[in-house]
């Protein structure tokens, strides 16, 4: 079992940045990939950005490429997810997820590939 435990959102205006940090317990957490994603109220939930377990890959989704900044640390069993230049488009729930993945270089956009996933965390941006 792996629990995580997502932190750092909050209220900022547009234009503003927010570093979300994602504190991952119990199995080996640099065995893992990760990922955020994010749901908008009335929306699914949606892929935001993945990084493998070295952290050597990262992949972002077209909305937040050259805005976010996916990094981990696995020393510390933590990832974060830089936001910087956020729009109101951005506002949702932010989460972070883990996934056994099937070689060092590997990394995931779909929910479904993803075993862990921690409780959320609002980001909301003002106009």
């Known amino acids: 079992q792996v629990q995580l435990v997502e932190s750092g959102g909050g209220l900022v205006q547009a234009g503003g940045s927010l570093r979300l940090s994602c504190a991952a317990s119990g199995r080996t957490f640099s065995s893992y990939a990760m990922g955020w994603f994010r749901q908008a109220p009335g929306k699914e939930r949606e892929f935001v950005v993945a990084?493998?377990?070295?952290?050597?890959?990262?992949y972002y989704a077209d909305s937040v490429k050259g805005r976010f900044t996916i990094s981990r640390d696995n020393a510390k069993n933590t990832v974060y997810l830089q936001m910087n230049s956020l729009k109101h488009e951005d506002t949702a729930v932010y989460y972070c997820?883990?996934?056994?993945?099937?070689?060092?270089?590997?990394?995931?956009?779909?929910?479904?590939?993803?075993?862990?996933w921690g409780q959320g965390t609002q980001v909301t941006v003002s106009s």
């Open positions: 997820a883990a996934a056994l993945p099937e070689n060092t270089g590997s990394y995931y956009t779909n929910e479904y590939e993803y075993d862990y």
């Open positions: 990084i493998s377990w070295s952290g050597g890959n990262a």
